[in-house]
T-cell receptor
Framework: SQELEQSPQSLIVQEGKNLTINCTSSKTLYGLYWYKQKYGEGLIFLMM?????EEKSHEKITAKLDEKKQQSSLHITASQPSHAGIYLCGAPNSGGGADGLTFGKGTHLIIQP | DGGITQSPKYLFRKEGQNVTLSCEQNLNHDAMYWYRQDPGQGLRLIYYSQIVNDFQKGDIAEGYSVSREKKESFPLTVTSAQKNPTAFYLC????????????FGPGTRLTVL
C-alpha cells in the first residue's frame, strides 16, 4: 500500500517569511492533492498536480510535483495569519482516483505576528 | 449553493450503542467517501461508493457499515463492534471519472462516553 510522509510535522514561522512543506510517497504517484484544514473543520482543496514537473500557483501558494512523481512540495511566500492551519497531502489509490485517497499525517503551520 | 452537508456536527454516544452519521451532497457526484481522522493522524478511508447500491471497504472498515440507496446520500453507521469510535469523521464526494477534486463536508465529531 502507498504511504505518504509529510515534513515537517509542525512549523512555526514569523509573519512575512516564506516556508516549504514536503510530501514524499513510497510509490510513484498518479496524482497529488494538497488540502488545508482548520482545526475541527473540513478540508479545503488547494490544488491538484498530475504530471511530473507540474507546478501550480494560487495566490501566494505554489505546489510542484517532481519529475519522478514521488515527491511534492508546497511553498508559501510572504506568509500571513490566514495561512495558519493543517496542510495535508493526499494521493489517489488508483489511476482513476475514484477509490479514495491516501493522506499524509499533515503539517501544522503556525504564523507568528 | 452546491456542497456537502454532514449532521450532526457533534455527537455523543454511550458505549454499546450504534450511531448513524449523515452525509448528503447536491453536487450530482457519483462517488462518495467516508474518512476517519484521529489527532496527529491523517485521514484514513473507511468506505467508499462509486455508484448507487454499491460500496467498497476501505482501509479501516471493521466496525462500520454504510448504505447507498440514493445518489445524494451515503450514511455511515458506527456499530458497537468498533473498538475505538471516538474520532472526527469526514465525508467527501467526487465525480467518478478521471482524477478530480474530492469535496469534503464539515465533519462530525463523535465522542463515546
Amino acid at each position: 500500500s502507498q504511504e505518504l510522509e509529510q515534513s515537517p510535522q509542525s512549523l512555526i514561522v514569523q509573519e512575512g517569511k516564506n516556508l516549504t512543506i514536503n510530501c514524499t510517497s513510497s510509490k510513484t504517484l498518479y496524482g497529488l492533492y494538497w488540502y488545508k484544514q482548520k482545526y475541527g473543520e473540513g478540508l479545503i482543496f488547494l490544488m491538484m498536480l498530475q504530471k511530473g514537473g507540474e507546478e501550480k500557483s494560487h495566490e501566494k501558494i505554489t505546489a510542484k510535483l517532481d519529475e519522478k512523481k514521488q515527491q511534492s512540495s508546497l511553498h508559501i511566500t510572504a506568509s500571513q495569519p490566514s495561512h495558519a492551519g493543517i496542510y495535508l497531502c493526499g494521493a489517489p489509490n488508483s489511476g482513476g482516483g475514484a477509490d479514495g485517497l491516501t493522506f499524509g499525517k499533515g503539517t501544522h503551520l503556525i504564523i507568528q505576528p | 449553493d452546491g456542497g456537502i452537508t454532514q449532521s450532526p456536527k457533534y455527537l455523543f454516544r454511550k458505549e454499546g450503542q450504534n450511531v448513524t452519521l449523515s452525509c448528503e451532497q447536491n453536487l450530482n457526484h457519483d462517488a462518495m467517501y467516508w474518512y476517519r481522522q484521529d489527532p496527529g493522524q491523517g485521514l484514513r478511508l473507511i468506505y467508499y461508493s462509486q455508484i448507487v447500491n454499491d460500496f467498497q471497504k476501505g482501509d479501516i472498515a471493521e466496525g462500520y457499515s454504510v448504505s447507498r440507496e440514493k445518489k445524494e446520500s451515503f450514511p455511515l453507521t458506527v456499530t458497537s463492534a468498533q473498538k475505538n469510535p471516538t474520532a472526527f469523521y469526514l465525508c467527501a464526494s467526487s465525480p467518478r471519472t478521471s482524477l478530480n477534486e474530492q469535496f469534503f463536508g464539515p465533519g462530525t465529531r463523535l465522542t463515546v462516553l
